[in-house]
């Protein structure tokens, strides 16, 4: 366009005298083309080759509108943010009131700032961006003080691990917002600079130092072979479930040895809340035994009043068998059996394994021992069921065994309450077999060629001959 050139326009909006587009005819110099272009408002200026290019809505008037209409479209527009709400703004002016800025404005009261804004992008394709959050607020902390702020992280760091040259005394205490304030307050920095409690405290967490609950983590010890077993142990898992056969999936272990009488095991209670105020065994010990099926979720328990041994241990397993109905035995092909590396039930026992190959011969149905590596026994499914039990009965005075099993047998894993069952078997420790009678117990068992201790399948002897 040259300086002579005359152009005709349609300026919407801005002709305060009118509601209606008026054509408009003037005379654009190159210097007032220049100084239009470098605008920051958008002027919502159609040429008549653009008004052919934007298909309008179908052309109404407030007239149209009740009043219960105007609050929904009013709602609606309050629901959006942005770029979003302007466009939405401006399809409501052209809707219904033909583009009109102060119009618009006077129907559903909204900015004709933002409605202009709102016509323009939609003229042009372009998109504001606002700069308000760059351009205005206040620095962070931690941005204005790098060098205090890098201070601040050591002296965090010095709560991860324990000093053990006794030089720092923070290394011992918890690291607190008011504690963090008076460390950086004896290095020399004036208070001007230091923030407030709860400042530090949200400074602290967008450091990365956030108060975490402890996790155990960490294993005392990671054999060479750990990796391997979680692998071997997900792939015969994976091939259980796309079996044709019904494979029972099942984890076995044993809890901690549960100490009856008034004593005090934590939690809140609404009844009587008066213990001991000395942990002595007044009325015994059990040892809680579990088996639960994986795919199902019922829990089997079984209370032993004497030694955790490797009989007590195949005696639950042959009650959780007879628990279960004729039809869940019968249509069963193989038992998957997942178990931790202790001592009565490890796959070196000779107790346990002489005990679980004549199992094997009782059911008739081959067993295929999954064993965790050492240290790594929390992942063992059967564990969950045990947080669960301990959680549920946390409060309760487990005065006697009747209270023990009736409290168990009220908990819930999966929806389903347990089976209990009390042992009153009395079983020797220290049982052992010789090499001679081992050698035709190990002929039975098929071990892994890789992992010979930790995956073992038996098979009855109608299926092994």
């Not at 159609?46 to 009013?74: F, G, H």
């Not at 939405?88 to 119009?103: E, H, Q, T, V, W």
């Not at 460390?183 to 709860?198: M, N, Q, V, Y």
């Not at 942990?279 to 004497?306: A, K, R």
Request: with cysteine; hydrophobic share 35%.
């Amino acid at each position: 366009m040259n300086a002579s050139a005359v152009t005709s326009e349609f300026r919407l909006g801005h002709n305060r005298s009118k509601r209606r587009a008026v054509p408009v005819t003037r005379k654009l110099s190159m210097t007032q083309e220049n100084e239009a272009s470098n605008e920051c408002r958008l002027a919502t200026v159609i040429t008549c080759t653009e008004v052919s290019q934007i298909q309008l809505p179908v052309a109404l008037s407030p007239s149209d509108l009740v009043k219960e209409q105007i609050n929904d479209i009013r709602l609606a527009a309050a629901r959006m943010s942005g770029p979003q709400r302007r466009s939405f703004i401006a399809d409501m002016s052209l809707k219904y009131c033909m583009g009109n800025p102060r119009l618009t404005e006077s129907v559903f009261k909204w900015s004709r700032v933002t409605v202009t804004t709102g016509l323009g992008e939609k003229r042009t394709g372009i998109t504001c961006i606002g700069l308000q959050s760059l351009k205005s607020g206040n620095d962070r902390w931690e941005e204005k003080h790098p060098e205090i702020a890098g201070l601040l992280c050591k002296l965090a760091e010095s709560q991860s691990q324990q000093d053990p040259t006794f030089e720092s005394s923070i290394a011992y205490t918890r690291l607190t917002a008011p504690s963090a304030i008076n460390a950086l307050r004896e290095t020399g920095i004036d208070d001007d600079k230091l923030p407030s409690r709860s400042s530090m405290t949200n400074i602290l967490d967008r450091l990365g130092y956030r108060l975490r609950k402890i996790v155990k983590a960490k294993p005392l010890k990671k054999i060479k072979e750990t990796d391997a077993i979680f692998e071997n142990i997900k792939k015969k898992d994976q091939e259980a479930k796309n079996s044709t056969d019904h494979v029972i999936r099942i984890s076995m272990d044993c809890k901690a040895t549960v100490k009856l009488g008034e004593l005090s095991r934590g939690g809140l209670s609404r009844g009587d809340n008066k213990a001991c105020d000395h942990d002595f065994v007044l009325n015994g010990s059990h040892t809680p035994c579990g088996i639960v099926n994986e795919d199902s979720g019922q829990l089997y328990i079984n209370m032993g009043s004497s030694y955790k041994t490797s009989d007590f241990i195949i005696d639950t397993l042959n009650g959780w068998w007879n628990s279960l109905t004729q039809n869940e035995r019968q249509k069963s092909t193989r038992l998957q059996l997942k178990v931790d590396n202790g001592p009565e039930s490890s796959g070196i026992r000779t107790q346990f394994l002489k005990r679980i190959v004549e199992f094997c011969d009782h059911i008739g149905k081959p067993i295929q021992l999954l064993y965790f590596p050492p240290y790594h026994s929390k992942y063992n499914p059967i564990e969950r069921c045990w947080g669960i039990l301990e959680k549920h009965w946390n409060g309760t005075l487990l005065k006697d065994v009747h209270v023990m099993t009736e409290w168990a047998k009220t908990m819930t894993w999966k929806g389903i309450h347990p089976i209990v069952e009390v042992s009153t078997t009395i079983y020797e420790k220290g049982i052992s077999l010789t090499k001679s009678t081992m050698r035709d117990i190990e002929n039975r068992l098929e071990r892994d060629l890789i992992l010979p201790k930790w995956d073992i399948l038996i098979k009855p002897v109608a299926i092994a001959t």
